[in-house]
């Protein structure tokens, strides 16, 4: 069974020339579904078989300044969206606009990538995690049509840090989300390199990566996704 796997360059690269080498350099593999996901100003202009958008407004066009809308990613050939990552909610993002994104986005057929996990911490227990996830989820996927949303949980504290959770924690999360949700695929996010990516991978119910850093170094990316 094919993995979905999602680079998040993030605010990266810093020019045109160096996001369409970066694209240029990662294989073309056929073992996994690979989405990269650049900054949306490169969208048009990087040429990769699959792409992603980092986030998008909820509303198709008029008076939203520095707005992207579903129907422009559409028209670029955009298929996948990021939403809700733990960097947007951080600037305060809400779990209520997180929601309109998602059932705009769905509206022209592409598919959502929602991350989850905000709010907790390494030391948090499983049942306080699920704590969480419930309240972003259930206001999220309110209303929602979820035959094709992917939800990816990126517990923050793995984020950037270089410190992944537990494969055990990460099926866990994964089983609860789809049992809960009738969510069909869950990711995981937060820290994955070329070293502990397979590890992911061979969880039943982990359904794919969303990899930030290691996305950046395509010699890492390359390996991630060859698994
Ligand atoms: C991310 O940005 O979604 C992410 C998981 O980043 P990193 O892989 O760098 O932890």
Redesign the pocket.
Known sequence: MKKIIAA?W?LNPTTLKDAQKLAASITRTKKNTVVLCPPNIYLSQVSYPLLGAQDCFWQDKGAFTGQTSPLQLKDLGVKYCIVG???RRAVGETDGQINFKLRALLEHKIIPIL?VGYGTSVDQDDLEVVDVLRGQLDVDLKDVNLASVIV?Y?PVW????GHNATLEHAEKISIFIKAKYGVKKVLY????NGVNAGGFLSQQHVDGL??????LVAAQFNEIINI
Not at 158 to 161: E, K, L, M, R, V
Not at 189 to 192: F, I, R
Not at 210 to 215: E, P
């Open positions: 998040n993030k990552h733990s960097e991350c990816a990126e793995a984020i950037g840090t996010g937060g820290s994955v969303l990899v930030g850093g290691a996305s």
